[in-house]
């Protein structure tokens, strides 16, 4: 996977949202949840939220990872037999979602 940070310094949330083609909102709130790993930093009285390219460039090497797996299994959501296909469609849809917001 070719590498998204390679930067030799600490990014900001607005840089790491823009690479990653999402809000700076988003970008807080997932560090909040604990989904992008961050490093928090106290200066001046106040913290900032930095990130490391390297752990950066392994998060999204994980998270290809668990896309693929995904993908693979799409099929088995597919076939659930205690569910409409109405119901199979909007989870289905729903997980994908949610794995777009992630990353």
């Given at each position: 996977m070719?590498?998204?940070?390679n930067?030799?310094?600490?990014?900001t949330?607005k840089?790491?949202?823009?690479?990653?083609n999402?809000?700076?909102?988003?970008?807080y709130?997932?560090v909040?949840?604990?989904?992008?790993?961050?490093?928090k930093?106290?200066?001046?009285g106040?913290?900032?939220?930095?990130?490391?390219p390297t752990v950066?460039?392994k998060?999204?090497?994980?998270?290809?990872?668990e896309?693929?797996?995904?993908e693979?299994s799409?099929?088995?959501?597919?076939?659930s037999?205690?569910?409409?296909g109405k119901?199979?469609?909007?989870?289905?849809?729903?997980?994908v979602?949610?794995?777009?917001?992630a990353?």
């Open positions: 070719e590498s998204l940070f930067q030799n310094r600490l990014l949330v840089e790491v949202a823009k690479i990653l999402s809000s700076t909102s988003t970008i709130k997932r909040h949840e604990g989904q992008i790993p961050s490093v930093l106290w200066v001046g106040s913290t900032r939220v930095r990130f490391d950066m460039n998060w999204l090497e994980e998270r290809s990872r896309v693929e797996v995904f693979r799409k099929v088995d959501i597919s076939i037999p205690k569910r409409s119901e199979k469609v909007e989870e289905f849809n729903q997980y979602d949610e794995l777009r917001e990353m």
